[in-house]
């Protein structure tokens, strides 16, 4: 028994007329009797009681009409909250951080003060997460130097410094050669990471393998680290450039050039939403195509 029976049924039921409910659903009356007799044959029951050329509807058929109202009407609100979710998809930008972007917020803020109808979903990249990225709109990471593509955007150009703590044997420079730090430990983020991958470029092009005493996988508590003395790391020079890290110090590299971009990237050849059109326009609009940090 599928729902097709069920409205026909309802409408027999509703009329007790085979002939006329043919009519209003638009079938062939022997089709529409065919339907009623198969549903009996189903329920081993009869729904209607037949008089000659009438028929009127039985206690067994009554309690199915109620039965067949209600899944009607779950029928409808489901279509109702299906359309309602459909609706909140077209309206939900999802954005996948596989590289940290603190500068972003503020353009987040903008978009959204200008089109609060639309929601934005962030996913940070970590242990446990789904990083296949068609799963969502947007994926921001860093690029070494990759030549840009039609389906990314360059928000930004970083360049990397070294953060050591203020009482660290190079804290007094202005500049150091990366290969000075080869013997120290470092503070890195997980493995797998953007961030690691290009710290690893690095350090592998001033010849050596950094020794890494713990990973983290926020800039706020390697902070903390850093000025505790625990190890050194390579940050974004935009990084903490508040009065809240006093206690360390970030140091300009000179060799290797240590310089990477973040990109706004999108799966080629996948159809986006309205929204995700919106915010790509936004973006562009705004003309911030790879400031420097």
Request: glycine share 6%.
């Amino acid at each position: 028994m599928d729902l097709s029976q069920l409205s026909q049924f309802r409408k027999v039921a509703e009329l007790e007329h085979i002939t006329k409910a043919s009519l209003e659903l638009r079938i062939a009356q022997p089709a529409l009797s065919k339907t009623i007799r198969n549903m009996e044959n189903e329920l081993e029951t009869t729904l209607f009681d037949r008089e000659k050329k009438a028929i009127r509807l039985n206690d067994r058929g009554r309690a199915l009409y109620r039965y067949a109202q209600e899944i009607e009407a779950c029928c409808q609100n489901l279509k109702g909250e299906l359309a309602e979710n459909a609706g909140r998809k077209e309206r939900e930008i999802s954005l996948f951080f596989k590289a940290p972007a603190l500068f972003l917020a503020p353009i987040l803020k903008d978009f959204s003060s200008k089109h609060p109808e639309i929601r934005f979903s962030l996913v940070f990249a970590g242990k446990g997460i789904p990083e296949e990225e068609d799963r969502y709109d947007f994926i921001l990471d860093s690029f070494l130097g990759n030549p840009e593509t039609d389906h990314e955007i360059c928000l930004r150009r970083e360049e990397m410094f070294l953060a050591v703590p203020e009482d660290h044997r190079l804290a007094g420079r202005s500049a150091v050669d990366l290969r000075e730090a080869a013997e120290d430990k470092f503070i890195c983020f997980p493995e797998e990471s953007d961030p690691y991958r290009i710290f690893r470029s690095y350090c592998g092009q001033s010849g050596f393998e950094p020794n890494r005493i713990l990973e983290c996988d926020d800039y706020f508590t390697m902070g903390r680290l850093i000025e505790s003395g625990i190890g050194i790391a390579l940050v974004p020079g935009g990084i903490w450039s508040g009065p809240n890290r006093k206690h360390l110090c970030k140091i300009r590299i000179s060799s290797p050039p240590c310089r990477n971009s973040l990109r706004l990237r999108w799966q080629p050849g996948k159809k986006q939403r309205e929204a995700c059109r919106m915010f790509r326009e936004f973006i562009e609009a705004l003309k911030i195509s790879c400031r420097d940090s």
